[in-house]
Structure formats: C-alpha cells, structure tokens
C-alpha cells in the first residue's frame, strides 16, 4: 500500500463591505504610518480539518502596543483592498489582532495598560458557551512591508465524536469545564485565569447522533486536573452512561479531541476513549486510489441469500443474519461506521498479519421500507479519518411483506400510534407458507387478528375495546405481531403494534355504550376527563345519580360545571357574578352549531357525539316523574321500554351564591337492555346575558338539521328543541361502533 501525503494548511480569508470613514478605528488608506493586514485562519494542531461555518467572522479589532503600553486601538475593522488598513503612529511595537470578541472586551476602556496586563486579559463565555473567538499578534519591527498576512488561532478547543457499533449518543458533558480563558497564549504554557469558575457544560442533540460526527463540543482552552467527559447513549437499544478523565491535565486552544464510542468485539462492552490528535504539523494523509480496500470473495464466508456482485458489492436479504467479510487490504483496518442501524461490524482477531476479517450483523430489515444501498466505512488503523474510497456497499433488499396502515421502527420494529385507537389499524400480506398471529406478554388480548377470506394470505389486525377497563388509565398497551411459518410454527420476524389505553365509563343501555359522566374541560382531551379506573361512583358501588345525591359540594361541582357552544370543544365554566350564575366566557354572537359537527369532531378518539335518533331510542316525550315510571321510547318500541325518574338536591353554593335546587333524571331498562340506569345532569342553558337558567338541559347532538333534545326547567318536560349556536349545551358521548369487544 502506498500512502501520498501533502501539506494542507487551513487559511480561511475573511471578507467584509468596505467602509469610506477615515478615523482611527477603520484605518487610513496609505501615509507612512499606513499597515495593510490579510488575515488567515491556521490550521488546527495535528491537521485536522475545519468544519464549514465553524471559522465565520462576524468581527475584527485590532490594538497596538508601543513600548509595552497599548496605544492604538482599531474597533470595527472593515475589509479593502484584499486586507485591513490601519494607520499607525509609527510602525514599531506588537500588532495585536482579535476576531469575534465584539461586546466581550472593552479594549478602548484598556488604553494605557501593560502589555504584561494585556496578556492577562480574561475572555468569558457567551450564554453559558464558549466563544469561537481568534487571536494573533505580530512584531513590526520585523516586518518591512506595509502588506503582511497575520495568522490568526482559534481560542477553543473543539471535540470529535466517532462511534463503532450500535451506538447512539443523546449527549455528552465535559465536567467541570473552565468558564474564561485568556485572550492570547501563556508564555509558560497552557493556563487558566487566577479564580476561573468551572462549571459541567453539556451537549444535548435534536436527533440523537448515530454516525461519527465532527464539532460536537467546543470548550476553551485550560489546565484542570478534573476534567472528564460524560455520554449518555443507548448501546443495542439499553440507555447506558459512560465516563471517562482525562489523561490530558490540559485542552490546549486550537487542537481537536477525539471522543471514541466503541463495542468490544469479545465481551460487548463499550469503551469510551479520549485522544488528542498527534500533533502531526500540517500534513495529512489521504490514501493511494489505486489501492483502496477490496472484498476477498474466498477467504469470506457467506449464507444463503447473501451474494457478492461487482465493485465491492454485497446484496443481502430482508431477514436477520450474519455474516464475515475478508478485506484485501496492507494495512490493519477498523470499522468506522454504518449509514443504517440495522447494520452493525465487529472485528475478528486472526492473529494473521494483514488479515482483516469482519463480522457483518444485519439485523431484521423491516416491512415498508424501500430496498436502500447502505455503505459501510472502514479507516486503516492510526488514521483518525476514513475515506469514501474505504468501504463496501451492502444492498439491503426489500421485505417481502406487504403491510398497509403500520409503520415499523427500523431499530425496535415497533409501531406506537401514540394514541387510543381501535377497530382496523392495519393489514398484513404474507408470502405463500407463512402466517401472522398476535402474541400477548402480561397484557390482556387487546389485538385479534384474522385473515381476510377474499385476498390472498392477507391479515388483518383489529384493536379491541374494553367497557369499564379499570386499566384503561392512558398506558401503554403492546401487543406483538409474530410472523410464522405455517408448516412447523417457527418463529420467523416478530413486531411491536403500541397503543394508549384510554377509557371512559360506560353504561349499555338500548343497544348503545353511552358515556357515563358529561365531557369535561377540552372535550377531545382523554386527560381531562373521567376515566374508567377514576369513576367515582362505580368505586362506591353506586350509580351516577346515586353519586349526586350524596358526594361532596366539590365533588358535585367538579362533575356538573361544563358547558358548550360553538365547534372548540372547550368548556365555559359557570361562575358567580354580578348576583347571577353565568358563564364565563358566553358568547352572545357565536355562529358555529355544535349539533352540526361531525360526530367525533368534538369527541376523544373512539367515543362521538349521540345522534338525534340515538336520544330518541331512549327517550319518549312526557314530563319526567319523581318517581320510577315505565315508558316507551320513540325509537325501539315496547322492546326498548325503559322507566324514568327525577331527582333533586338543594344546598350547593358556588362562589357563595347558592345554586338552588339542582336536577338529575336517570334512565333505566325494563327489558333487559340495558346494565344499570343512564344519569344526566348539568350546567342549565344559557342563551343570553341574564345568565344560566337552572335546570334548562340542551343535550347536543349531531343533527346537521340542528334539532336537539330539551329539557325544560319549568316543568321537567322532554321535547325536541332546535335552539340556536349560542344556546349551551352538555355534552354527553358514546362509544363509537367498535368490532372487537375483548374481556
């Protein structure tokens, strides 16, 4: 193998509008005492590379000292003529130029001071983070010409991350990080400020980095016995802390560190390292194209399905497994990276000079995804770059399952909906000799799955409902996907479908799972309102209606005080004001009728609003009676013949006004169509500025023809009523029509 190395020094010019004023902190255009400075970035310690942006100027200064006093200073330098000019008093003494300090250093306010004092100058971070400031000075004493580049070195040093293996890195901490550093160099090398504040500065990521990834932490220059870097990463999917001290009592500005995240190829532990790069001046290595890494198809070993094609090439099937790769190659090589989690390399150790052989781990490459081409990076060993010419290229090809409606994780092959969902979430065609089932670990058989008659061994998975599931509290519910062979029951892929599980109380009653508490608060909202494990009156053993008659005032209220109008879904409260219940936020022009939306437009998913016909199965037309009485329902027949009873309770206050005499009627069957009795209760309608009025019960609906139900609250009579948009309603659901009721 031949290597070709090259100088590569990083100098950056920097480019600004040009200005026209001549005053002492823009310069003069020529004179004796005129200095035309080029500024350029220098290269990092040890050759590293600069990332694009990292060395944007927003700022130049510049000062001069004369006979070790700072006499000039040059604020706001603007760029001509392919440099800065500045007119100097004379052209003798040290030329000091600094980049993005602006706001930071008062240098006017420092005319006067030692250059001893200058060199002390402490430089503070920014908003917690260290600055990307640059510094350089130069003797114009020995420089004759009135053009002269000024080599310009950044003030921080910079952290590298490279990871090996399944690695995925949340963020990194280095502890006890220095908070200023001086302006320029220490003749007695690296240093820290007298009483500088160190404090742990940390590296949090938007999207968790899974690939080697350059300038993830920048931090000045210092000496600290102390330092030690934190990552917190997930390794093969379990969340894991690693920390490292660093050998290094110093982090000298200008310099890159590498952070090192790899697996161990024999115990699987991950290892952290930190290393500075060798100062190697500025040359770096790039390989010979001629020689670049080739796959030896004899000395690798390949299952079935896994096949070699041309130019480093390797095509591999959707399913899981593993296999080793011999690299032709002088030199000792490493793994750098994968461009696809489901890939992961480790070395094997032969012992054999120039043997490099790998273990390629190709996890699971799940349904719906495309086939993708996915290259894999080696770098040879004591390089800290790898190169594009240094890889193979595995094509991972598309899994022949068929879905429709999932979407499995690449990683942990798990779909979470991230809500309640039930009925069809999706369906599965499988290839000939396979079939799906549904697996339930400690969880309660929530998932039924069943092949479709007419399509081709196709299936479909159906989210159940449980009435009353006293775990239906908002957790999450999983169930797995098990793809099997038909033939023997083996095993073959396996996936995750997740769900929240949420619930609301429940009464059957005439062939409809009516809700047994008003919506609350946001009414699309699961969590504010009364959930299956919180019913307080199913924990009583009572009845709604029981409950009211009998709870405390708070607890009265916190049930009874909800109201709606218009399509937001957000509860109006009634409160007291001005001697009258009313609600607060009524509005006299809202021209949006709840009854004409939708269903489940106001509704928390899997529940919607009763239709009209839906209050007509269960209700007839008549005053409602304080005492138990049979009647027939306008929808349903004597089949649907009910009873029906009002009840009141006095004595309630709110906000020291007192409520009056407040009604609840319940609903039961008499036909063994129904469980217990249906209880409604509420906030009276209110239609204008005088307030609520008691006992006056709208019941929304959806009716695109707005006709609701009404129950007056001067005689207790039910009837059909289609008041306006502005008139307030309660709100009571039901369950919308599910397949799969699971016990």
């Given at each position: 193998m031949k290597w070709l190395g090259w100088i590569g020094i990083l100098l950056s010019s920097v480019f600004f509008t040009a200005c026209s004023d001549d005053t002492e902190n823009n310069g003069l255009n020529g004179g004796a005492g005129s200095l035309l400075v080029a500024p350029e970035v220098a290269a990092y310690g040890g050759g590293g590379q600069a990332i694009a942006g990292e060395d944007n100027i927003t700022d130049i200064s510049a000062c001069l000292f004369e006979d070790g006093v700072l006499t000039q200073v040059f604020e706001h330098l603007q760029q001509t003529d392919g440099g800065y000019h500045v007119s100097l008093n004379a052209k003798k003494g040290t030329f000091y130029m600094l980049a993005n300090t602006d706001g930071l250093i008062d240098l006017n306010g420092l005319k006067g001071c030692s250059e001893e004092e200058?060199?002390?100058?402490?430089?503070?971070?920014?908003?917690?983070?260290?600055?990307?400031?640059?510094?350089?000075?130069?003797?114009?004493?020995?420089?004759?010409?009135?053009?002269?580049?000024?080599?310009?070195?950044?003030?921080?040093?910079?952290?590298?991350?490279?990871?090996?293996?399944n690695i995925a890195v949340n963020s990194l901490t280095l502890k006890n990080a220095a908070q200023s550093v001086y302006l320029f160099p220490q003749a007695e090398g690296v240093k820290s400020p007298a009483g500088v504040v160190r404090k742990d500065v940390t590296a949090h990521f938007d999207e968790v980095l899974t690939t080697s990834t350059s300038g993830v932490?920048?931090?000045?220059?210092?000496?600290?016995?102390?330092?030690?870097?934190?990552?917190?990463?997930?390794?093969?999917?379990?969340?894991?802390?690693?920390?490292?001290?660093?050998?290094?009592?110093?982090?000298?500005?200008?310099?890159?560190?590498?952070?090192?995240?790899?697996?161990?190829?024999?115990?699987?532990?991950?290892?952290?390292?930190?290393?500075?790069?060798?100062?190697?001046?500025?040359?770096?290595?790039?390989?010979?194209?001629?020689?670049?890494?080739?796959?030896?198809?004899?000395?690798?070993?390949?299952?079935?399905?896994?096949?070699?094609?041309?130019?480093?090439?390797?095509?591999?099937?959707?399913?899981?497994?593993?296999?080793?790769?011999?690299?032709?190659?002088?030199?000792?090589?490493?793994?750098?990276?994968?461009?696809?989690?489901?890939?992961?390399?480790?070395?094997?150790?032969?012992?054999?000079?120039?043997?490099?052989?790998f273990v390629v781990h190709k996890a699971l490459f799940p349904p719906g995804y495309p086939e993708e081409e996915v290259k894999v990076f080696f770098r040879r060993k004591g390089l800290n770059e790898s190169y594009?010419?240094?890889?193979?290229?595995?094509?991972?090809?598309?899994?022949?399952?068929?879905?429709?409606?999932?979407?499995?994780?690449?990683?942990?092959?798990?779909?979470?909906?991230?809500?309640?969902?039930?009925?069809?979430?999706?369906?599965?065609?499988?290839?000939?000799?396979?079939?799906?089932?549904?697996?339930?670990?400690?969880?309660?058989?929530?998932?039924?799955?069943?092949?479709?008659?007419?399509?081709?061994?196709?299936?479909?998975?159906?989210?159940?409902?449980?009435?009353?599931?006293?775990?239906?509290?908002?957790?999450?519910?999983?169930?797995?996907?098990?793809?099997?062979?038909?033939?023997?029951?083996?095993?073959?892929?396996?996936?995750?479908?997740?769900?929240?599980?949420?619930?609301?109380?429940?009464?059957?009653?005439?062939?409809?799972?009516?809700?047994?508490?008003?919506?609350?608060?946001?009414?699309?909202?699961?969590?504010?309102?009364?959930?299956?494990?919180?019913?307080?009156?199913?924990?009583?053993?009572?009845?709604?209606?029981?409950?009211?008659?009998?709870?405390?005032?708070?607890?009265?209220?916190?049930?009874?005080?909800?109201?709606?109008?218009?399509?937001?879904?957000i509860a109006l409260k009634a409160v007291s004001k001005d001697n009258k219940i009313t609600l607060d936020g009524w509005r006299s022009g809202e021209s949006e009728h709840i009854n004409k939306q939708e269903p489940a437009a106001l509704a928390p998913d899997g529940y919607e609003m009763p239709t009209f016909n839906d209050y007509r199965s269960?209700?007839?037309?008549?005053?409602?009676?304080?005492?138990?009485?049979?009647?027939?329902?306008?929808?349903?027949?004597?089949?649907?013949?009910?009873?029906?009873?009002?009840?009141?309770?006095?004595?309630?206050?709110?906000?020291?006004?007192?409520?009056?005499?407040?009604?609840?009627?319940?609903?039961q069957s008499v036909k063994n169509q129904g469980e217990e009795p249906l209880t409604f209760y509420g906030v009276g309608c209110q239609w204008d500025g005088s307030g609520v009025n008691r006992n006056w019960f709208l019941l929304a609906c959806y009716n695109p023809d707005v006709t609701g139900w009404l129950v007056k609250g001067s005689n207790a009579s039910l009837e059909h009523n289609g008041a306006g948009a502005n008139n307030t309603r309660i709100v009571r659901f039901k369950k919308s029509d599910v397949e799969y009721i699971y016990q």
């Open positions: 200058w060199l002390k100058t402490a430089f503070p971070v920014k908003d917690g983070k260290a600055v990307g400031f640059l510094t350089g000075k130069m003797d114009l004493a020995t420089r004759a010409q009135s053009g002269q580049t000024l080599v310009l070195k950044r003030g921080v040093a910079r952290f590298d991350l490279t990871l090996s293996g932490l920048y931090v000045y220059e210092q000496e600290n016995e102390g330092l030690e870097v934190s990552v917190e990463a997930m390794v093969d999917g379990q969340s894991k802390v690693l920390t490292k001290t660093l050998e290094e009592k110093v982090l000298k500005r200008n310099s890159i560190y590498t952070l090192t995240l790899r697996k161990d190829t024999l115990s699987s532990e991950v290892s952290l390292d930190v290393l500075a790069w060798e100062d190697g001046g500025n040359t770096q290595l790039q390989p010979d194209l001629d020689s670049q890494i080739t796959i030896d198809k004899n000395l690798s070993s390949l299952p079935d399905g896994v096949q070699m094609t041309a130019n480093n090439t390797v095509t591999v099937p959707s399913r899981a497994l593993d296999f080793t790769l011999a690299l032709d190659c002088d030199d000792e090589l490493e793994f750098v990276s994968s461009e696809n989690p489901c890939v992961t390399v480790e070395a094997v150790s032969s012992g054999v000079v120039g043997e490099n052989k594009e010419e240094d890889c193979v290229k595995l094509i991972l090809q598309e899994n022949p399952i068929r879905l429709e409606g999932f979407t499995f994780d690449l990683q942990d092959y798990t779909c979470d909906f991230g809500r309640y969902i039930d009925n069809e979430m999706g369906r599965f065609t499988l290839p000939e000799g396979l079939e799906l089932v549904a697996e339930f670990p400690e969880e309660d058989k929530w998932v039924k799955v069943e092949q479709v008659a007419d399509a081709a061994n196709t299936y479909r998975v159906l989210a159940g409902w449980k009435p009353n599931d006293p775990k239906a509290d908002g957790r999450k519910q999983s169930a797995k996907l098990v793809v099997r062979r038909t033939a023997d029951q083996q095993e073959m892929e396996t996936y995750t479908v997740v769900r929240r599980n949420y619930g609301l109380p429940v009464t059957l009653l005439n062939g409809i799972w009516w809700c047994r508490y008003n919506a609350l608060g946001n009414s699309t909202d699961f969590e504010d309102q009364i959930l299956c494990a919180e019913d307080p009156a199913r924990k009583l053993g009572k009845t709604v209606q029981e409950y009211l008659n009998t709870c405390s005032q708070e607890e009265y209220l916190h049930l009874w005080n909800a109201a709606y109008e218009g399509n937001d879904g269960i209700f007839g037309a008549f005053v409602i009676p304080t005492a138990w009485t049979e009647f027939t329902p306008q929808i349903g027949g004597t089949a649907y013949r009910s009873a029906i009873i009002l009840e009141k309770r006095s004595g309630l206050q709110l906000g020291g006004q007192d409520l009056g005499e407040l009604w609840t009627f319940s609903v």
